[in-house]
């Protein structure tokens, strides 16, 4: 059964889309991935979500060499259409396990390759820390989801990854792209595809209870 939490008071979310102040329910979602138009689309920022299916792990290295790769009119190894990358690169795995620790990597460091994989259709990100204006922009316009994972909570998260297969750039070692198969693998939405920016949206939210607090004392 999904599971409701309240939005933070005032939904910021409706503020930022030029709407009245109204009540928002932030969920619990599970989808599949590769990652749908309809299930980006349903997606809003704050929500909870659990992901099942196939994703691939990228880092700079990675992005640096596919964006090279694509100067020179060449195919990338990987289909991006739809698809979700997770900025990661993973510790050695044990013997019983698919992989090591993986926890996020801060996304900022692809913000100047990302707008061109998300105009080649990749659906999905999933980092942590905030992202470029040019990145949001992007996301809007190819209606498209960054998603968070919880730093450092590596050996947490690398307990949805069930397995993990180098597909690419094996020389690049941990920063290889890796296809992963994962199950109910915890993320939170932080820009969604109407642009709604989770960090942006906390701030506010900030601002005006201290506002509030602010105007109680006064009185």
Not at 165 to 192: M, N, Q, S
């Amino acid at each position: 059964m999904d599971r409701h939490i309240k939005a933070p008071t005032g939904s910021s979310t409706a503020k930022l889309n030029g709407e009245n102040k109204q009540e928002k329910t932030n969920m619990d979602r599970h989808i599949k991935a590769p990652l749908t138009d309809e299930d980006a689309g349903s997606l809003r920022s704050g929500d909870y979500v659990y992901i099942t299916g196939t994703i691939y792990t990228a880092r700079d290295a990675a992005h640096l060499r596919m964006c090279e790769t694509l100067d020179r009119a060449e195919p990338l190894p990987v289909d991006m259409a739809n698809n979700i990358i997770y900025y990661m690169g993973p510790s050695p795995a044990r013997e019983d396990r698919p992989i090591g620790s993986a926890g996020p990597t801060t996304a900022s460091r692809m913000d100047k390759y990302a707008p061109r994989l998300l105009d080649l259709g990749l659906k999905g990100m999933i980092g942590k820390g905030k992202r470029s204006d040019a990145v949001k922009e992007a996301i809007v316009r190819n209606k498209a989801v960054y998603f968070a994972a919880v730093g450092g909570a590596g050996a947490l998260l690398s307990r949805s990854i069930t397995a993990s297969e180098v597909v690419a750039y094996d020389d690049l070692g941990t920063e290889a792209i890796r296809r992963l198969e994962v199950v109910d693998f915890p993320v939170i939405v932080v820009i969604d595809a109407e642009g709604n920016d989770l960090y942006e949206i906390a701030v506010e939210e900030y601002r005006e209870e201290q506002g509030n607090q602010t105007e109680n004392i006064i009185r």
